[in-house]
C-alpha cells in the first residue's frame, strides 16, 4: 500500500483555545468544505467529540456519491486531535490537526496520511485527480477559516 502525506499549516490571529473550539464543531466541517463536495454531516446534533466518536458524511467526488465515516481517535482539548477514516473512499486517511499558541494567535497544522484503494489503478489517478483535489480542498479551507473567524 502506497501512503502519501499532505501538510498545511496556517496561523489564526486567535487564542488557541477559541480555535480549537471552531475545529471541534463537526457540523463546521461542512462551512470548510468547497460547495462541489457536496458535504454534509450525517450523525444528528449534539455530536459530543472525544476519543471513540464516530461522526457520518454524505459528499459527491466527481459525481459519485459517497459515505464516509470517521472515529476520533485522539482528542486533546486546545492541542490536537485525530480523525480517522472508518469507512469511506480511501484504503487509509488519518488526519492529526494540532493546535500550537504563538504570541496572541494559533498556529494550526493538518498532516493527513493517506492510500488509495485499488492499486495501479489508484496510483494512477493520485497524481491526475486525488493529489490535485485535495490541494484545492485544504486551500479552501484556509481560506474559509480565516474569513469565518474573521
Do not use: C
Request: proline letters at 7%; a neutral charge; aromatic letters at 12%.
Amino acid at each position: 500500500m502506497r501512503t502519501h502525506r499532505l501538510e498545511r499549516e496556517q496561523f489564526l490571529p486567535h487564542p488557541v483555545n477559541e480555535v480549537f473550539a471552531f475545529f471541534a464543531q463537526a457540523r463546521n466541517l461542512e462551512q470548510l468544505t468547497p460547495s462541489w463536495l457536496s458535504f454534509h454531516v450525517l450523525t444528528p446534533e449534539p455530536i459530543e467529540m472525544g476519543v471513540g466518536t464516530l461522526i457520518d458524511y454524505r459528499l459527491r467526488v466527481h459525481g459519485l456519491p459517497l459515505r464516509w465515516r470517521s472515529r476520533i481517535q485522539e482528542w486533546e482539548p486546545d492541542r490536537a486531535f485525530i480523525d480517522q477514516q472508518v469507512k469511506g473512499p480511501y484504503r487509509l486517511w488519518h488526519h492529526r490537526h494540532t493546535f500550537e499558541a504563538r504570541g496572541s494567535g494559533t498556529v494550526v497544522r493538518d498532516t493527513v496520511d493517506y492510500a488509495l484503494p485499488f492499486g495501479l489503478l489508484g496510483d494512477v489517478a493520485h497524481p491526475l485527480f486525488v493529489e490535485r483535489d485535495l490541494r484545492r480542498v485544504f486551500a479552501f479551507r484556509h481560506t474559509a477559516v480565516e474569513h469565518l473567524l474573521a
